[in-house]
């Protein structure tokens, strides 16, 4: 049974002029493709996310220096600037699509910005990518209401189901966020792992539906990159992001409060 950490890196948008709404969570084409020849230099081997849960299910050794590339909503700069980087290298990596952001059929609105397609999508799992869920308009799942939030787990997977031809084993939280109910929903609905964001690394005691992962940004320098993928400093660097969560969960509490409340009196 393995104890080691893995690096679970959360990529957004890859695009030199993104939306407004998805700037700090983003990277620029240079600043991606910079940052996996550092993985690459340092011998880094990419697992999907269903791989990094088979071995440790399985209780199996990982690579020396396992990481986990993870892309979460659907930009469509995924498949523009990353496809071609991650191709260069042999890396793997998971892409968790919000099924109603995907440009087509399923649609229903509310993107943050340029999306994939589902042609896209489709050849990004052909080239070796992990396709899997983010929910199907990416709301916080654990403001729903049972019903809406079966919803909104059950119509991904089904959605990738029909359109890849295979049904998804991964999922990601939108927004990182999750409670005992979201979690059961997604693993009564077939998933077999799932993912936050908690800004540390990933070891198989957090469980399969709670592994976090750590942040990459517009503003993540190559220097601080290279601490991220090495486990180092890791509270010094998300210190603000922890404190900034630990103060917006009590106000989500408080609104879970005030929705089963509500629910109550119906």
Same mark, same amino acid.
């Given at each position: 049974m393995s104890a080691q950490r893995v690096p679970i890196l959360m990529y957004h948008a890859v695009a030199y002029a993104p939306a407004r709404a998805v700037y700090t969570l983003s990277v620029s084409p240079e600043a991606f493709a910079a940052q996996m020849r550092l993985l690459a230099e340092r011998e880094f081997t990419p697992l999907t996310t269903r791989q990094l849960a088979a071995a440790w299910r399985a209780g199996s050794g990982l690579p020396v220096r396992p990481v986990v590339i993870t892309f979460d909503d659907g930009y469509e700069g995924v498949h523009r600037y990353a496809l071609p980087v991650l191709a260069t290298h042999g890396f793997r990596a998971t892409l968790f699509a919000s099924t109603g952001w995907v440009r087509g059929a399923h649609e229903s609105g509310g993107a943050l910005d340029l999306m994939l397609t589902w042609d896209q999508v489709r050849e990004l799992a052909a080239a070796g990518l992990e396709i899997g869920g983010h929910s199907h308009t990416h709301p916080q799942l654990d403001q729903l209401t049972d019903e809406r939030l079966r919803f909104e787990v059950r119509r991904c997977k089904d959605i990738l189901t029909a359109?890849?031809? $295979? %049904?998804? *084993?991964? *999922? %990601? #939280?939108? #927004? =990182? #966020?999750?409670? @005992? @109910? /979201? $979690?059961?929903? /997604? $693993? %009564? %609905? =077939? *998933? =077999?792992v799932s993912l936050a964001v908690g800004n540390a690394l990933a070891a198989r005691p957090q469980g399969p539906y709670a592994l976090e992962r750590v942040t990459v940004r517009r503003s993540t320098g190559i220097e601080e990159f290279g601490q991220l993928v090495e486990g180092r400093a890791l509270g010094r660097l998300f210190l603000r992001d922890r404190a900034l969560t630990k103060a917006y969960a009590v106000y989500r509490r408080t609104k879970q409060v005030v929705r089963k409340a509500s629910e109550a009196r119906v």
């Open positions: 359109e890849l031809g $295979r %049904a998804p *084993f991964s *999922f %990601a #939280y939108p #927004y =990182g #966020y999750s409670d @005992r @109910r /979201v $979690r059961h929903c /997604v $693993r %009564a %609905a =077939g *998933f =077999g």
